[in-house]
């Protein structure tokens, strides 16, 4: 478009060539005249040469030649003597006029071939500009600095639906929105004051107008280009509805999304948010856009993100939800929440960035929480039942085997009766009446039968004791207790004074301590402390004299917060081996020390249970025993089941 050899008024009418010839060879002459005193007739003819020089350059060899006239007949007339003739007589006129014809000749020869060979070379560059122009995928025009439509290719009229002819030399506003019209020409200039090369993609949404009135998004590339007729400048346009409808679409898909998701690119800041996004963190859109994204992660993890960031950005790969560590984001308020986030990287003409989807997922830990805790209580619940079945079945073997006794001691003496009934009736058939009948008789009721009855009376005895504990033992865990603030200092007073004469008896040392009040039944806790202060009269070791002290550890000693009492002995103690089964039914590890069934503290160990407390023992050998109880202090302590074990 760089016009070397163009007139400088294109355009202009075939007479002004010519026109142009007479008032350059004018001006010639003019100075030719202003030389004259000096110069007088030498050099008449070489003068007139420039003038036909430059038009050649500027309008071809025609008007050159008219011009190379023309300065003849100027320099003949008025600068060859005799002046004011066209007379040449002169030797050296014909040769000036000559030279002055072979200069001239060949000059018009030379500039117009070089002329022709410019506009050729001008001309095919301009066809293949616009040859590339009308092969562009893109629709393009060119447009002057006073904004007229100066080129347009066959996309452009397709685009919209214009004619060419209907576009060239109109203003370019024609092909914009009347809205936006007014503020355009300004916008046009300040570019054209500062123009610089413009990708498409740059700047705010811009909208198109075709003919028919109808609108439509577009993407506009600017170049700005010079020219001999001044700037210019050529404008790619591309139709991005479909993108558009295809971007609308995408970020209705991610607002209406129920997870938050936030697009960072690849330095960290946020550019885009959804409305999910707003309600889970508490932020405003307009307070994310442009901040980093570590705005939205726990204090304590901000140091490391960024590396972790960069990380994925250096492999970037889908990533989905629930893979990885534990995360955690961060609310406005400051609180904390657990987030599983789900990362996508898209590549995009700004640049690759991440699309990343949050859910809350703090309930769904709550729930999983407290789904694994209540998978332990089943697991400890499944250990004690299993604990439970195998005491269940040594209970059982047990209760079997002591009820087996008696019933054996009843079978042999039932048969002993009854021989000895079958001799007493034997007596009595063959009438017998003499002394030693008698006293034979006499001998057989006093003897075998009574003995055998004594046994049988002893065994029903101990049935019937068995039995009765067996109820005691279901009624411990059946019974309904009655909750109140129970006053433990007089309970303890109360049973200690009812067992006043079994301590003088065993000439034992009570020693009782001030004990804090606790939450429960006041028999229930009653029949605790008097079966362990009475067990512990019971096997006092009668080789060293006997102390028993009953007490309360300190307030902190229990974690669940119940008060612990202890009763302490210095008796016989537990052997390592019954350490494991003190608590299960019919265990007497002391057999000659007291009577019983064995039965106490398997009792006491329920409704211990019952009361939402503990009971444990301590006994290092040949030092006694020392049992501990925890109840609870108020009504709100929850349950928690017993264990029994040889450590605290």
Known sequence: MLRCCSPPFPGAIQVVPYFMAVVLTGLVASLRFLLDPILGDRTVFIFFVFPTYLVTWWWGWKPAAFAVVLGFVVANYCFVHPRNSFAVDQLFQVISLSCYLIVAGTGIFAIDSLRTALKRLEKRSEDRFAQAIESSPNAMVMVDADGKILLLNTQMEQL??????????????????????????Q???????????????????????????????????????????????????????QRKKAEDMFRQAVESAPAGMVMIDAVGKIVLVNAQTERLFGYRRD??????????????????HPENRSGFFANPKARSMGVGRDLFGRHKSGAEFAVEIGLNPISTDQGLLVMSAIVDITERKRSENAI???????????????????????????????????????????????????????????????????????????????SSIRFIQTAVTRLSNIINALLQLSRAGRVVYQGQKVEVSKIVARIVDSMHATIGERKATVRVDELPAAWGDPAAIEQIFANLIGNALNYLDKRRPGEISIGSLPANADSAGRIVYFIRDNGLGIAET??????????????????????GLAIIYRVVERLGGRIWFMSPAGQGTTFFVSLPETAQAEPDTAVHSGNI
């Open 372 to 450: 694994r805790s209540h998978i332990k209580k089943l697991a400890d619940a499944n250990i004690e039942l299993t604990a439970r079945t195998t005491e269940n079945e040594a209970f059982v073997y047990s209760v079997s085997h002591d009820l087996r006794s008696p019933l054996v001691n009843l079978q042999g003496f039932s048969k002993e009766l009854t021989r000895s009934l079958a001799d007493l009736r034997a007596h009595i058939e063959t009438g017998e009446s003499t002394v030693e009948g008698r006293d034979a008789q006499r001998g057989i009721l006093d003897g075998p039968m009574t």
């Open 187 to 241: 916008l046009r200039q300040s570019f054209l004051a500062n123009p610089q090369f413009r990708p498409m993609g740059l700047g705010r949404d811009l909208r198109a107008r075709r003919k028919d009135g109808t609108e439509f998004a577009v993407e506009i590339g600017l170049n700005p280009i010079k020219t001999d007729q001044g700037m210019v400048v050529l404008s790619a346009i591309v139709d991005i509805t």
């Open 578 to 599: 019954g350490h494991s089964k003190i608590f299960q039914p019919f265990q007497r590890l002391h057999p000659q020390a007291a009577p019983g069934e064995g039965m």
């Open 287 to 304: 307070e994310l856009l442009g901040q980093r994204v570590e705005i939205l992660v726990p204090e304590r993890f901000r140091l490391q």
């Open 160 to 185: 919209f639906d214009y004619r060419r002819d209907e576009l060239l030399g109109q203003p370019v506003e024609l092909l914009i929105p009347e809205r936006f019209r007014d503020p355009h020409p």
